[in-house]
């Protein structure tokens, strides 16, 4: 009694009746025929417009970027690689060792240089040349007149590419103007960054309210002695 109870609780698998099976099975193999068969295949213009429109899908197909290609592209150009071409191992190398180079004493580019060739190339690199010059060409004047011309002689600066210089005497006046086109020749020779064109002499006791070796246009004279 038991074991009919459990054998009627069981799920009943529905039969299909044998005419639709046959007919399924008939239905597929017609479908196969169909794309088989080349009598039932498009001819003429039909064709001609099928194979386009497969052709033009197979080229979009191929010329659309893919996900894959986009990741590359910019995966190359991260890591700057020239021509799309990633750096092979041995470039690798000589930029690491490069690298290793200038991080260590006495590498390239690290070598002892004098204290002169610092300055020098710290002055270039900051614009500083031409106010550096200047202010040597003050420095040395002794130098470049000579001490007899010097000593009655004074710089009072240099305004734009003029240099400003008072005389003693209005003779060391007159000599100075004579002589003033080979003092601005030799000044250019030894100082070229000082871009000194002309020289302006005044004589003695000529008021000037100048100080220190630069100045800037100001508003003239005026009456400071009412």
Not at 205 to 218: A, D, E, M, Q
Request: glycine share 8%.
């Amino acid at each position: 009694m038991t074991a009919n109870n459990s054998a009627d609780n069981r799920p009943k698998i529905p039969s299909l009746p044998d005419g639709h099976i046959a007919d399924q099975s008939r239905h597929i193999t017609d479908k196969q025929r169909h794309i088989t068969d080349p009598q039932q295949q498009p001819t003429g213009e039909a064709a001609k417009q099928g194979n386009a429109a497969a052709k033009q899908r197979k080229t979009a197909s191929s010329t659309d970027p893919r996900p894959e290609d986009f990741i590359t592209e910019i995966y190359l150009e991260y890591k700057g690689s020239r021509a799309g071409r990633l750096k092979t191992r041995d470039q690798r190398r000589r930029e690491r060792m490069r690298r290793n180079q200038s991080s260590q004493p006495f590498g390239k580019g690290r070598e002892p240089k004098k204290l002169s060739a610092v300055f020098s190339r710290a002055i270039s690199e900051r614009g500083w040349r031409e106010g550096f010059e200047q202010a040597q060409v003050v420095v040395e004047w002794e130098k470049i007149v000579g001490p007899t011309n010097a000593a009655h002689t004074r710089v009072l600066g240099i305004r734009h590419t003029t240099l400003e210089v008072q005389c003693d005497s209005t003779t060391w006046t007159a000599e100075l103007r004579r002589l003033s086109r080979h003092i601005v020749a030799s000044i250019n020779q030894r100082f070229p960054g000082a871009n000194i064109t002309e020289m302006k002499i005044y004589a003695p006791g000529v008021p000037s309210w100048k100080h220190g070796i630069r100045s800037v246009p100001g508003r003239g004279q005026r009456d400071t002695y009412g």
